[in-house]
């Protein structure tokens, strides 16, 4: 396809999705999913109109595309989560990103040796690739805006902010076994020590002092300027920074990207209606969020009276920025997958993708959330909502570039290709049903007097 017939196919699906969406968001197909068909369809497995390499020499495109996407969409999601740092979201999404998707991980790896026939470093590769839920495909599962409290989304979106972090040093490890003469107690120590708890710790730290410490002084400026000109520059320069200071600093760029945003939004909280003085778990962590309270509309007439209009200013065009960037880089990705997923789905990947999704990610989460008082309504929903997407994508181009052993490239991609696109299919067909049986569960609690019980547990 020449570049006119991309731009032709690009705008025409972009319009027919705009035209089309309040169907589509009532309906059992997400717009990514009919992206991924289209991919299908102009793929050559059906009529071979273009096809995307994917070999070592030709995937770091891919690479550089899902961490651009992914960077701006943790960053956005850590924005979106206006929670009390002691609110209980805070350790449901610790409990889904650590032990859940350990768990998830080795039930993985488990398939992959015992059902594949992999090697155990080929086997956890795989597992950790596939174990990450995604930030960007889930839109209809996580938290809308500032506002929303719903612990069901507060979870999900929580999980999918920390978990592209907390999965990659399992993948670490994996290549790391893979080297010749690797040494299994000197690789541990190592992995540990470093991949582990320096990464992690690292970049959760990072990312909240950047953002928050970028925020604070990018608003302080705007305010004493009594600027209102847009904004985005600012966002993009604190993602930007963390972003590069992560890597100088061999730290997790994912988590560092999530922990800015939600650092950003600490800033937010710590100016609105002039109370910073309040104590950090008092009412203000419920007021309005500023950006709520601010037209863009009307810019031009505003002014700018309290430090709170500012940082409102900044970060709804944070938000505005930041979700248009991670839809266009996702559309682009999802039908990058469709185009590709036809030559490379194998059986062993809908063998991998079904115990996956039905068997492991459900029981995983269960387990974690053992005694956290939750209602099994929603364990199962959350159990059921681990969207596989741009986080896989990005280490699977990873982990080719840096080289695989003991499993061919194309059996591995394989896999993963056929993982993801299955998840996009079946989530998206299921999404909208399911929630709207949640909300009129929720409904229906609320005339008989027990909505606490349904949405705190």
């Known amino acids: 396809m020449t570049p006119l017939w991309w731009l032709a196919l690009a705008g025409t699906l972009l319009l027919a999705t705009s035209f089309l969406s309040g169907w589509i968001h009532r309906g059992p197909v997400t717009t990514f999913a009919i992206y991924l068909v289209v991919g299908v369809l102009i793929g050559p497995g059906v009529f071979a109109l273009t096809k995307l390499p994917l070999s070592r020499e030709h995937i770091h495109w891919l690479h550089v595309a899902t961490e651009a996407a992914l960077v701006v969409s943790l960053f956005v999601t850590g924005l979106k989560l206006r929670l009390p740092l002691r609110d209980r979201g805070w350790l449901m999404a610790l409990r889904l990103a650590l032990p859940a998707m350990v768990l998830t991980a080795a039930g993985v790896a488990a398939v992959a040796c015992l059902g594949l026939g992999w090697p155990f470093a080929a086997a956890l590769a795989v597992a950790a690739v596939v174990s990450p839920t995604d930030p960007v495909l889930a839109s209809l599962v996580s938290v809308d805006d500032a506002r929303d409290d719903d612990p069901l989304r507060v979870a999900l979106s929580g999980e999918a902010g920390l978990n592209d972090g907390t999965a990659l040093p399992l993948l670490f490890l994996a290549l790391a076994l893979m080297e010749p003469g690797a040494e299994v107690s000197g690789v541990l120590a190592h992995w540990f020590t470093l991949d582990v708890l320096w990464e992690l710790a690292g970049g959760l730290a990072l990312g909240l002092l950047g953002g928050w410490g970028l925020g ?84 031009s007439q505003a002014s700018v009276d309290h430090p709170s209009q500012t940082v409102g200013w900044v970060v709804s065009d944070a938000l505005s920025f930041g979700e248009t960037v991670e839809r266009l880089i996702a559309v ?40 956290c008082r939750v209602p099994w309504q929603r364990r199962l929903l959350i159990g059921w909502f681990g969207i596989r997407g741009l986080g896989s994508l990005n280490y699977m181009a990873f982990a080719v570039m840096h080289g695989l052993k003991g499993v061919s490239v194309p059996a591995f991609e394989s896999v993963v290709l056929t993982v993801v696109a299955v998840s996009i299919v079946i989530h998206g067909v299921s999404v909208t049903p399911l929630m709207q049986w949640r909300e009129r569960a929720i409904e229906a609690a609320k005339q008989r007097g027990t909505i606490d019980t349904v949405r705190n547990g």
């Open 216 to 299: 604070y002084v990018g608003t302080h400026l705007r305010y004493t300027a009594r600027d209102v000109a847009p904004s985005d520059f600012l966002a993009l320069g604190i993602m930007v920074v963390v972003y590069a200071a992560s890597q100088l600093l061999e730290v997790s760029g994912f988590l560092a990207a999530f922990a800015a945003g939600a650092g950003l939004r600490r800033v937010e909280l710590s100016v609105s209606e002039g109370r910073d003085d309040r104590k950090p778990n008092e009412a203000v962590e419920r007021e309005t969020p500023a950006e709520m309270r601010v037209n863009p509309n009307e810019r």
């Open 332 to 371: 682009a990705l999802v039908l990058a997958v469709g185009i590709t997923v036809i030559p490379q789905a194998s059986w062993e990947g809908v063998l991998v993708a079904a115990v996956l999704l039905v068997v492991i990610r459900p029981l995983s989460t269960w387990i974690a959330t053992i005694g």
